[in-house]
């Protein structure tokens, strides 16, 4: 096994600009005194991490839902996907996975499907673990809808630290399971709500890996 490549990973290009700046102002710290330069170099090989876009396995398997985000399971609980996406106003399972800042951050779609609906809401910046983060803070939300007609929801919400949401995907892009789609800058969560009748197979508490853990299995 390559150690290299089990320990580095590559980089999202959203990190660069950030990687550089947290370079830079090391730099400045090692000449004003070391012990500083040394925490800033500890601070942006924390930067390069925290934007780390590691390949992932999705399983092929028709049918399955897909963790959109690595992190834990924070809730589970039956919830109306936001209205902006024009989903029927009733109740489905909503399951949130909670990313800390040492969590990767690119987000991967849930299912296979076309998004047929992208909505950003303004909003505040609660810890993204509690309940109400999901009606109050800024969010971005996207409706896909897969080939047998039925609709998922997937939600990025901004947290206490994060305060960018950023979506790589147009209306009508199609989308492959774990495809990625978005990143959030330094902390938050992903809602996804399953389609009515859908039973989640994990548990609160439980640690999800995007693209790969399965969330639910649609022909279940």
């Known amino acids: ?5 089990t ?11 950030f990687v550089a700046i947290f370079g830079a102002v090391t730099l400045v710290l090692f000449l004003i005194w070391d012990p500083l330069g040394w925490l800033g170099v500890l601070l942006t090989v924390w930067c390069y991490y925290f934007f780390r876009d590691p390949e992932r396995v999705t399983p092929d398997r028709p049918g399955l839902v897909i963790s959109p985000a690595d992190g834990i399971v924070s809730l589970i609980e039956p919830a109306v996907p936001p209205a902006e996406l024009g989903m029927a106003d009733v109740p489905l399972t909503r399951v949130s996975v909670f990313m800390n800042v040492f969590n990767c951050h690119v987000n991967r779609a849930p ?4 998004v047929k609906a992208i909505a950003y809401r303004p909003g505040k910046f609660f810890n993204a673990s509690l309940d109400k983060a999901s009606v109050d803070n800024e969010r971005n939300s ?6 047998d007609g039925r609709d998922i929801a997937v939600v990025q919400i ?7 949401i950023v979506c790589f995907v147009k209306p009508e892009a199609p989308l492959a399971a774990g495809e990625r789609f978005g990143l959030i800058r330094f902390g938050s969560r992903l809602d996804v709500y399953l389609p009515d009748g859908v039973a989640p197979l994990v548990a609160i508490g439980q640690t999800m890996v995007a693209g790969e853990t399965v969330i639910a299995d649609l022909k279940g």
């Open 7 to 17: 320990f580095i990973k590559p980089m999202h290009p959203e990190g660069r600009r």
């Open 142 to 147: 996207l409706r896909i809808t897969m080939a």
């Open 1 to 5: 096994m390559n150690m290299a490549s």
């Open 158 to 164: 901004a947290g206490l630290v994060a305060r960018r």
């Open 111 to 114: 299912v296979a499907g076309t």
